[in-house]
DNA sequence: CGTGATACCGCACACGGTTGCATAAATGAA
DNA sequence: TTCATTTATGCAACCGTGTGCGGTATCACG
């Protein structure tokens, strides 16, 4: 009866439908129908009950390659990261949520990184040989808008998240921050303060964002001179470039940071300085990530729905997948100016 | 020459091996070896050379799950995290680095967590089917010593990291943190502080632990009362939990902390009662997550050294991939003390 | 008992690669 | 020219699943 008893541990190899086929003294496709509820060719409930309790005693386990091989979907969805190695918290973040949304639809998740548009092609070749069942492109610049014309992958979906326009003919969420960038500079420049310092890290190309943009204008707006601080992102890098700049030009009187992480470097460079915040420098910083609530003075920050974000990216990705031919989801979300002690 | 214009867009299939041997006339396992630089069966220069060309100017990407079912190799790797939806920085830090350490070496890595035994059975059916080439595991409790030796993952390698104690015939890379917990200890009571708190987040499953231990043993040396505060390991519940406690039990001297996280929220709490760190209380965390450097008080931690730790831990990986018969590699790291402004 | 409908199941091929072995071509030596 | 040897390529099987289509029981019904 039970045959597999203990006499050879090794090369245990792995229970194929065969297996279960040859147990049961029956063919294959059989086995397979059975275990996948397959409706053309019927299946007795009995046969199918045999499958199901042969299939768990020996601990079969689908071959994923096999499968996908057959079927030529591979239940892996692939997440662009425009960022060199996603440092920084928000592409944690959003890598994170990503993860544990395609979890919850069973897929895994990988993730892959490119930051400049000259890596695009490698990264192209590494999600085509994967075979991904669908992209989602998380970027923040014009990258995507110049590559997906091309019709770089005619056969893969994607879904693009946090690009700042529209795009034709893809599904996308897109998270609108000009409500929350207007009323942060708003804010910021309410008690009468006149000298706001930007702080980015590449700021030629932050020219198209709308958080430059709501800078500029409510800047101008209220006649004041533009001042900019570029540093490389991060948040130690900012903190000594702000630390340089301060001893430089003096201390402004507010910070409009393009993301919470080069608000909390600055932050650090204000107690370095002894400097108050916000009685002496008011900060306000972009993304909402956690970290800007646990300073001894939390952080204003403008907060990105990152729940509803990463929930309907793949919902939208997996729609998609599923009907080719659907019509196209598009859906905006807000940002949302988050008020605390830093402003 | 050229019949691949824009004469159909649609129905762009990938191409194969069998489509560049059908335009060169030659067979797709000559394709095959040109490509793979196979060496037994030698091939012309040339070959391979009008081979390669015909390959880039088509295209040619290889089918991934093809590949895995002939060669048995998916080129995926497994992270298990013994946690809830990999919450927590560390997690978040460690999954980040391993991340960037498989993609160096062309992998791919896809994370799954499991935080109760009670989960393993699925998480096990997870990665199994996705047939990874290999698993990190990185745990921090006793669940993967009861469940390897089951010999639940014959064919697959596995790496522990994180584990308190030597595993018998398992690759291995360990931090350990006893000198670590020592000194910050040490370091704790040495001005003469007598009531220290020990902040975990599980007690129960934490008495395994040196950190516990070393509280335990550093405190009933001094001839001191333990106080212990549990919460749900994260920021907020720290947060809340300790603003509670010093409620009802008054202020500690000092704070042990299981880990920066909750460092971070003991952190605020002592600061919404505007208590000052040091002055009034101590506190040292654990694992020297980036955070923690960017309070305006700087927390004391004992680092984890987390870039050998992942860049080992894949390194052991690939060679037991490589060779299954290799001898074992196991690893002790060393955890250390960073004194900073907390304490 | 014959016939057709119906419910089940198996054969065989496809998916796109890798690889052992046979074979053809080229080369060299006798 | 012939044969042995090296070099280069093709044939075919295989990995594990999915699936169209044809085949075989079963059964009802006339």
């Not at 057959?70 to 892996?76: A, E, F, P, V």
């Not at 992958?153 to 000009?178: C, F, K």
């Not at 942060?184 to 932050?206: E, K, Q």
Request: glycine share 6%; hydrophobic share 35%; net charge negative.
């Amino acid at each position: 009866m039970n045959n597999d008893s203990s006499n050879l541990k090794l090369a245990k190899k792995r229970v194929t439908l065969k297996d279960i086929a040859r147990v049961l003294d029956l063919s294959h496709a059989t086995v397979s129908r059975a275990l996948n509820g397959s409706s053309d060719p019927m299946i007795s409930q009995k046969t199918i009950e045999r499958v199901q309790s042969a299939a768990a005693e020996l601990g079969y386990r689908p071959n994923r390659a096999a499968r996908s091989l057959s079927t030529g979907q591979t239940g892996l969805i692939g997440l662009w990261l425009w960022t060199e190695v996603f440092q920084g918290s928000y592409h944690a973040a959003v890598s994170r949520m990503m993860h544990a949304e395609a979890m919850r639809r069973s897929r895994q998740l990988i993730v892959d990184c490119v930051a400049r548009p000259s890596l695009l092609s490698s990264s192209e070749r590494s999600f085509d040989s994967w075979s991904v069942d669908g992209i989602i492109s998380h970027e923040s610049g014009p990258a995507f808008e110049t590559m997906y014309p091309n019709g770089n992958y005619p056969n893969v979906p994607i879904v693009s998240t946090g690009a700042y326009h529209w795009l034709e003919h893809v599904d996308q969420v897109r998270v609108n921050m000009i409500d929350g960038a207007e009323h942060a500079m708003i804010h910021l420049l309410a008690p009468g303060r006149r000298r706001i310092l930007y702080v980015t890290d590449d700021l030629r190309s932050r020219q198209g964002d709308c958080r430059f943009q709501s800078y500029v204008r409510q800047m101008e707006t209220a006649g004041n001179r533009l001042e900019f601080l570029e540093t490389n992102g991060t948040r130690r890098g900012t903190r000594e470039r702000l630390t340089d700049y301060i001893a430089k030009a003096g201390v402004p009187e507010g910070l409009f940071c393009h993301n919470d992480d080069m608000a909390i470097g600055a932050y650090r460079a204000l107690c370095d300085l002894k400097l108050r915040v916000p009685e002496d420098v008011a900060i306000v910083g972009f993304d909402g990530i956690e970290d800007t609530e646990y300073l001894e003075v939390p952080l204003t920050t403008v907060s990105q729905p990152f729940e509803q974000l990463c929930s309907l990216a793949t919902q939208f990705l997996d729609d998609r997948i599923e009907d080719p031919t659907r019509s196209l989801q598009q859906v905006e979300l807000k940002a949302e100016l988050i008020v605390r002690d830093s402003s």
